[in-house]
């Protein structure tokens, strides 16, 4: 796999708001097949979600994400350029067509999936922001932070969340702002804040990375919904489909009992759901461009959905986040995929 970064793209320097329609670009699916490869914009250094290996590869739940477009574009789930970008350059990245989809622990709202000419097309990971502190402070709860200083990163929503939530409560806090992860960590280790805040995943992966681990502890209270997913320019159907449904057919493969460890001995299934997901009855794939075994391609190479959160922040990962919201939905959890028929 390459990890490409384009450079001199006037446009990322550009508020997001300033979006022009990329119509030239409708065509993503042709241009991905052209190519040879998915483009896709991840965190740089976000362990269990796109991070950089020992061996330079990205591992994560989101870079997997990408690994599972490409399996159904392209028959090859190796077939990713992973573009790493920050908070603050990623929308214009997308809008630009540097890359092809954003698959970057980034929130579902409102004004971006209506101001910025693009797409969310699912939500591959229910998160909320929450609060990390030194445990030398012996504090237990977040109302207990009044008057706190805290760090938190720009160009995200936890900096509108902490003003609300603090609002609220009818506490004080002074706000520390760093452009990126690991400037707030630092920060944060370093002393320059008593809490650091961000949502609840990024904050796991970086209490790993301290030097003492046990120096800190994540506070209980979830103060805000934040649902992550991957996203596509506005204007293409066809890849918001295949995007949207490369996603599902995780989904719907855990739901089903297929994975990754099994999915051959499932293709004799006589199930009529695993016969349609595994491309064995009818052609899912023709509507999207893609192969009648587009769905199997991405269980076999990638994975179903338990597959890749189990090791990349589940229970064979060092994260060991229990599932909760990011269950099935018959699991007690609200992930859910519609029907492949």
């Not at 990754?260 to 509507?287: K, T, Y």
């Amino acid at each position: 796999m390459n990890t490409t970064r384009w450079l001199g793209l006037g446009i990322t320097l550009l508020a997001p708001t300033l979006w022009v329609p990329a119509t030239a670009m409708a065509d993503t699916l042709e241009a991905v097949q052209e190519r040879d490869s998915v483009r896709c914009g991840v965190n740089a250094a976000q362990p269990g979600f796109s991070s950089l290996d020992d061996n330079d590869q990205y591992r994560g739940l989101d870079t997997d994400v990408c690994r599972a477009i490409a399996a159904a574009a392209l028959g090859d789930a190796s077939k990713v350029n992973f573009v790493p970008l920050d908070s603050v350059e990623r929308f214009a990245a997308l809008q630009s067509g540097e890359v092809d989809v954003l698959s970057r622990t980034t929130t579902w709202t409102s004004s971006r999936d209506t101001t910025l000419g693009m797409n969310f097309t699912g939500v591959s990971y229910y998160d909320g922001q929450a609060f990390m502190v030194a445990s030398d402070l012996g504090v237990q709860s977040a109302k207990e932070l009044d008057g706190a200083a805290i760090c938190t990163q720009s160009g995200t929503t936890s900096e509108l969340n902490l003003s609300d939530y603090f609002r609220i409560n009818n506490m004080t806090y002074d706000a520390v702002v760093f452009d990126s992860p690991e400037q707030s960590i630092a920060g944060f280790e370093a002393g320059r804040c008593d809490v650091l805040s961000s949502d609840a995943s990024q904050l796991y992966a970086q209490r790993i990375q301290l030097a003492d681990p046990n120096m800190a502890v994540v506070l209980p209270e979830i103060i805000s919904k934040e649902p992550l997913g991957p996203a596509v320019r506005q204007g293409d159907d066809q890849w918001f489909n295949i995007v949207k449904w490369s996603l599902f057919a995780m989904l719907s493969a855990e739901e089903l009992g297929v994975s990754q460890a099994n999915v051959d001995e499932q293709l004799s299934s006589e199930n009529p759901d695993v016969m349609r997901l595994l491309g064995q009855d009818g052609d899912f794939g023709e509507a999207m461009g893609l192969s009648s075994d587009w769905a199997y391609q991405i269980v076999k190479q990638v994975g179903n959905y338990a597959d890749i959160y189990d090791r990349n922040v589940g229970a064979d990962s060092d994260f060991n986040i229990a599932r909760g919201l990011n269950a099935l939905w018959k699991d007690g959890g609200i992930q859910y995929a519609p029907p492949i028929r």
